[in-house]
């Protein structure tokens, strides 16, 4: 980084400066980094951990954050166990600033949708149309397309049960 154009400054030596950045600039190729590393400061201040598996996860008792860049999602049986961290983030020492975006139906191309009895289904439905297009088998006439050398294969059967 060098001295801005209009701004002076004298050395004893007429050296060289090297100049110390005190805050991260948005659109560093370190600034996501940083904010990350702040970000789970915050976090593990609050009482949540890093999963083993993904470090984007943070757990506590009851609620679970996942994190991608600048966005976080709380999931949560209580609202109060969502509320509370967020306050905490927003007014405490750090003073994150945060928006409150409501529910989610979308999330990095996984579509979210809340059933009636509480749980949810994810979908791909672009990643899903993708690999039918690279594959050719899209639909002709409301019917799929199939090769003559097709068969069934196990993901065609049911692969999983629920249980009991």
Same mark, same amino acid.
């Given at each position: 980084?060098? @001295? &801005?154009?209009?701004? %002076?400054?004298?050395?004893? /030596?007429g050296?060289?400066?090297? $100049? *110390?950045?005190? !805050?991260?600039?948005?659109?560093?190729?370190?600034?996501?980094?940083?904010?990350?590393k702040?970000?789970?400061?915050?976090?593990?201040?609050?009482?949540?951990?890093?999963?083993?598996?993904?470090?984007?996860?943070?757990?506590?008792?009851?609620?679970?954050?996942?994190?991608?860049?600048?966005?976080? @999602? &709380?999931?949560?049986? %209580?609202?109060?166990?969502? /509320?509370?961290?967020?306050?905490? $983030? *927003?007014?405490? !020492?750090?003073?994150?600033?945060?928006?409150?975006?409501?529910?989610?139906?979308?999330?990095?191309?996984?579509?979210?949708?809340?059933?009636?009895?509480?749980?949810?289904?994810?979908?791909?439905?672009?990643?899903?149309?993708?690999?039918?297009?690279?594959?050719g088998?899209?639909?002709?006439?409301?019917?799929?397309?199939?090769?003559?050398?097709?068969?069934?294969?196990?993901?065609?059967?049911?692969?999983?049960?629920?249980?009991?």
């Amino acid at each position: 980084m060098r @001295i &801005l154009q209009g701004v %002076s400054v004298e050395s004893e /030596d007429g050296g060289e400066y090297l $100049l *110390k950045l005190c !805050k991260n600039l948005y659109g560093l190729r370190q600034g996501s980094h940083n904010w990350f590393k702040h970000l789970k400061k915050g976090l593990m201040k609050r009482g949540l951990n890093p999963s083993e598996i993904d470090p984007c996860l943070y757990l506590r008792e009851g609620l679970a954050v996942l994190t991608y860049v600048d966005d976080c @999602i &709380l999931v949560s049986k %209580s609202q109060k166990a969502i /509320d509370e961290p967020v306050e905490s $983030l *927003k007014n405490g !020492k750090e003073q994150f600033l945060l928006t409150d975006e409501g529910d989610i139906d979308k999330f990095l191309g996984i579509e979210l949708k809340h059933n009636k009895d509480g749980s949810f289904e994810m979908t791909q439905p672009h990643l899903t149309e993708r690999i039918i297009k690279l594959l050719g088998l899209e639909k002709e006439d409301n019917k799929w397309k199939t090769s003559a050398n097709s068969r069934l294969t196990p993901s065609e059967q049911i692969i999983l049960h629920r249980d009991s």
